[in-house]
T-cell receptor
């Protein structure tokens, strides 16, 4: 199993450009998440999804949109990139089914996408 | 006040040392607690869950004090490979929303 994969690994954008970050997981997880990590801020939740076709806002959703058309994929879009969106973006996934608690609550992260907006 | 607070460090210790990290959380209704490990320029990975009775995994011991809203991680016999950032993570009630601390950096030297 590849686990959680993210593409691209690194990207440089100019202010106002758009892009889509792709997250894919092969663990049949119901839940998927997008986080951003900035120095001194910790990981912050942008958007999340509890299943195919459903998405919800997290802590810092402004400037981002997401889609979950297939269970294994979760896309994060930036419609008009701003320098404030320079960050490392992590995707994660987890089980939702009842069962052993640690198995249910553990989030598995992708390797991250480093985004620089000039 | 941040929901989860940690001393950012870095903690510089020699190999073989014992080191302890602390973390406090603000939401008394928080249900679950974890320590994640993050290596430089890598993704976070679950190190261990933290149970009310305290738990141990090899050289690592985690403890929870709900009354003081305090979590700790003890690493015994530090190895060079323990050098990383340790993230204190708290799960709020309801949906599986994790709240991450900013992390404590550990540097183990020969």
């Amino acid at each position: 199993n590849a686990g959680v994969t993210q593409t691209p690994k690194f990207r440089v954008l100019k202010t106002g450009q758009s892009m889509t970050l792709l997250c894919a997981q092969d663990m049949n997880h119901e839940y998927m998440y997008w986080y951003r990590q900035d120095p001194g801020m910790g990981l912050r939740l942008i958007h999340y999804s509890v299943g195919e076709g459903t998405t919800a806002k997290g802590e810092v959703p402004d400037g981002y949109n997401v889609s979950r058309l297939k269970k294994q994929n979760f896309l994060l879009g930036l419609e008009s990139a701003a320098p404030s969106q320079t960050s490392v973006y992590f995707c994660a996934s987890s089980y939702a089914s009842l069962g052993e608690r640690e198995l249910q609550e553990t989030q598995y992260f992708g390797p991250g996408t480093r985004l620089l907006v000039l | 006040r941040k929901e989860v607070e940690q001393d950012p460090g870095p903690f510089n210790v020699p190999e073989g040392a014992t080191v302890a990290f602390n973390c406090t959380y603000s939401n008394s209704a928080s249900q679950s607690f974890f320590w994640y490990r993050q290596d430089c320029r890598k993704e976070p990975k679950l190190l261990m869950s933290v149970y009310s009775s305290g738990n141990e995994d090899g050289r690592f011991t985690a403890q929870l004090n709900r009354a003081s809203q305090y979590i700790s991680l003890l690493i015994r016999d530090s190895k060079l490979s323990d050098s990383a950032t340790y993230l204190c993570v708290v799960k709020d009630t309801g949906f599986q929303k994790l709240v991450f601390g900013t992390g404590t950096r550990l540097l183990v030297s020969p």
